[in-house]
T-cell receptor, first 110, second 114 residues
Framework: DVKVTQSSRYLVKRTGEKVFLECVQD?????MFWYRQDPGLGLRLIYF???????EKGDIPEGYSVSREKKERFSLILESASTNQTSMYLC?????????FGPGTRLTVT | GENVEQHPSTLSVQEGDSAVIKCTYS??????FPWYKQELGKRPQLIID?????GEKKDQRIAVTLNKTAKHFSLHITETQPEDSAVYFC?????????????FGKGTSLLVTP
């Protein structure tokens, strides 16, 4: 069974704080993704990575950065959190073809 | 980039009826089309997928059809049950879905009433 875990299910942060969201997989897959999910907007791609130390911008990278120092771990960083970044964040990994999602982190920025 | 449109945004059916969700895509190079189901409070999970070399695929009560010429694909659920109630997302990708991110539609909230 594919296992994708995220560091927190719920997170509350203040405006301006630096926020780290962590994603860990146990399947040795190269491809990892960060999506953001908002009602009525579906799943939007923030960043993705094909290998260690490699990263590519998705459709909405503004205000975010990522880090992939080890193959199993992909971190999403909010340099200075803002209220419009309140959302559900979903990490995903890609097998041969199937994309598997983590449980999600619901982030609230106040 | 790829643009995936999904309709309807909400769908309510009675138990036992059929439900159809439709998606269109813009990139003619897309060749992999998965469908995800997301129950309340849970992560999206793959329920069925289709590749561009086939026109239809079926798995028990769910089926997906693909029209490459018109660039649209549809999810069909027959004999719906209350446990089918969820948000459904379509997606499209190139290169068979390997190594490239999925582009998602905005989702359809399906409600099956007993």
């Amino acid at each position: 069974d594919v296992k994708v875990t995220q560091s927190s299910r719920y997170l509350v942060k203040r405006t301006g704080e630096k926020v780290f969201l962590e994603c860990v997989q146990d399947m040795d897959h190269e491809n990892m993704f960060w999506y953001r999910q908002d009602p009525g907007l579906g799943l939007r791609l923030i960043y993705f990575s094909y290998d260690v130390k490699m990263k590519e911008k998705g459709d909405i990278p503004e205000g975010y950065s990522v880090s992939r120092e080890k193959k199993e771990r992909f971190s999403l960083i909010l340099e200075s959190a803002s209220t419009n970044q309140t959302s559900m964040y979903l990490c995903a990994i890609q097998g041969q073809t199937t994309t598997y999602f983590g449980p999600g982190t619901r982030l609230t920025v106040t | 980039g790829e643009n995936v449109e999904q309709h309807p945004s909400t769908l309510s059916v009675q138990e036992g009826d059929s439900a159809v969700i439709k998606c269109t895509y813009s990139d003619s190079a897309s060749n992999y089309f998965p469908w995800y189901k997301q129950e309340l409070g849970k992560r999206p999970q793959l329920i069925i997928d289709i590749r561009s070399n086939v026109g239809e695929k079926k798995d028990q009560r769910i089926a997906v059809t693909l029209n490459k010429t018109a660039k649209h694909f549809s999810l069909h659920i027959t004999e719906t049950q209350p446990e089918d109630s969820a948000v459904y997302f379509c997606a499209a990708s190139t290169h068979g879905g390997s190594g490239y991110a999925l582009n998602f539609g905005k989702g359809t909230s399906l409600l099956v009433t007993p």
